[in-house]
């Protein structure tokens, strides 16, 4: 299931008019304006014109990302607050929308050790999980490429953060390819894409991926700097994407890009991938 990250220019059911233009059978947004605390109410009408437009579309799923302003294991106890009141507000949302999937960095833990950050992580979701019940919405926590202090570079940071949070039909993971390398792991070529998958398979089933991130990388293996690059013009080349789009495990599962000027460039990349797809 290929798909892009989409403009909502004009309101979120704007998202399958770009994902029809661009044929893509998932999209990827933001429920709630991602650079504001603010979530401002949804009116019932909204929510029929957001349904209708997906219904009318050829787009099957929706991931929906979590803005960068939250941090649930912020040392700052406001921004750990407003933290927990967006993120309910976020499972609120996309319960409304029928979106089931929420894509969550499990934040940046300042000088917190390790243990202590994951600590404030389950912390967090209790306080979330006192307010909201979720029905049919999965956090999917995000692998990350270990910029500055962010948690979660790891496969095995990754599987504490799932032991600790301790809730198996909430909580599952995606892949970003570009995270992933940059954090470390050479994903690059044929061999390497099956060994990384095994490696991650050590610590984490594969069935817990339930969404990949489609980017390129800027910075090269381990440079521990999150930069996305078209597909192909990156340091990953084309073959991790060639193996991992003919993969039959992974066939159902969102594949969204994440690449730089997606207004201009997402259907160009799109259609880079769709040609490593096996006819
Ligand atoms: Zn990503």
Redesign the pocket.
């Known amino acids: 299931m290929l798909g892009s990250t989409v403009p909502t220019v004009g309101g979120i059911e704007k998202a399958f008019y770009w994902g029809d233009r661009w044929g893509c059978e998932a999209v990827q947004f933001y429920l709630t304006l991602s650079r504001k605390w603010q979530v401002d109410d949804i009116s019932q009408e909204k929510i029929d014109s957001f349904k209708k437009s997906w219904k009318s579309s050829k787009v099957k799923e929706v991931v929906a990302h979590i803005p960068y302003l939250v941090n649930l294991i912020s040392e700052n106890e406001t921004t750990k607050e407003k933290s927990i009141e967006r993120m309910v507000a976020e499972i609120e949302r996309a319960e409304v929308l029928g979106v089931k999937y929420l894509v969550l960095h499990p934040g940046s833990r300042g000088k917190q050790d390790k243990e202590g950050a994951i600590k404030a992580l389950k912390k967090s979701f209790d306080l979330v999980l006192s307010r909201v019940a979720p029905k049919n919405v999965k956090i999917l926590i995000?692998t990350m490429a270990g910029q500055g202090t962010a948690l979660g570079s790891s496969f095995q940071e990754i599987k504490e953060i799932l032991s600790a949070l301790d809730n198996d039909n909430l909580f599952s993971v995606c892949f970003?390819s570009a995270?992933v390398l940059e954090a470390g792991y050479d994903i690059r070529g044929k061999e390497n894409y099956k060994e990384v998958l095994d490696e991650f398979n050590k610590y984490i089933p594969l069935e817990k991926i339930e969404a990949f991130?489609l980017?390129d990388s800027k910075t090269k293996v381990d440079s521990r700097v999150d930069r996305h690059e078209h597909i192909g013009k990156g340091e990953i080349g084309l073959a991790f994407f060639k193996e991992l789009l003919n993969d039959d495990r992974f066939k159902k599962i969102p594949k969204i890009l994440?690449t730089p000027s997606m207004e201009t460039m997402s259907e160009e990349n799109l259609k880079v991938l769709r040609k490593l797809i096996n006819k």
């Open positions: 995000e970003d995270h991130h980017n994440e």
